[in-house]
């Protein structure tokens, strides 16, 4: 999985993001507080499954403040889907090309499409676990943005 972290270096270059140290940790309200932010400004980052139908399945990876949780309701009616969940372990760390809580707020594979909360962007800096459990990234959320390029629905509950 370490080159998911390289990927993710890669990536960032020419962005405004900072790269911090700590304690390994991948809960997000326990990271927040070693990296020393609210758990709002966290991204908390989760594979689903969408089955649209009986044979069309999608594979979605959720951003939302990490104070709240995913609207699984928001995200079936966002696909008009008829079953929305979270992707078993096996596949989630396939698709995510890491090991569960430093999941990246980007898709690492064409598998899988971004949606992220509005509210993510509200935040004066974006956190995220950089695809390790001992260092994360705060990054400008215009670069976020820019970089991902998710499609933007409220699908936060809290």
């Not at 949780?69 to 928001?74: E, F, K, M, N, W």
Request: net charge neutral; aromatic share 6%; hydrophobic share 45%.
């Amino acid at each position: 999985m370490s080159s998911t972290y390289d990927r993710l270096i890669a990536l960032l270059d020419g962005s405004d993001y900072l790269l911090v140290d700590h304690e390994p940790e991948g809960s997000t309200v326990a990271v927040s507080a070693l990296r020393g932010h609210p758990p709002a400004y966290a991204a908390k980052c989760l594979m689903l499954t969408v089955k649209v139908d009986r044979r069309t399945r999608r594979h979605v990876l959720a951003v939302v403040p990490g104070d709240r949780r995913v609207d699984l309701g928001a995200i079936r009616a966002l696909y008009s889907a008829r079953y929305a969940g979270f992707a078993d372990p096996e596949t989630a760390e396939r698709l995510a090309q890491a090991v569960p809580g430093t999941v990246l707020p980007f898709a690492m594979t064409d598998e899988v499409e971004v949606v992220a909360d509005p509210a993510v962007l509200e935040q004066p800096r974006l956190w995220f676990n950089a695809a390790r459990l001992d260092r994360s990234v705060s990054l400008a959320p215009t670069d976020y943005e820019r970089l991902a390029r998710p499609r933007l629905h409220q699908i936060a509950a809290s």
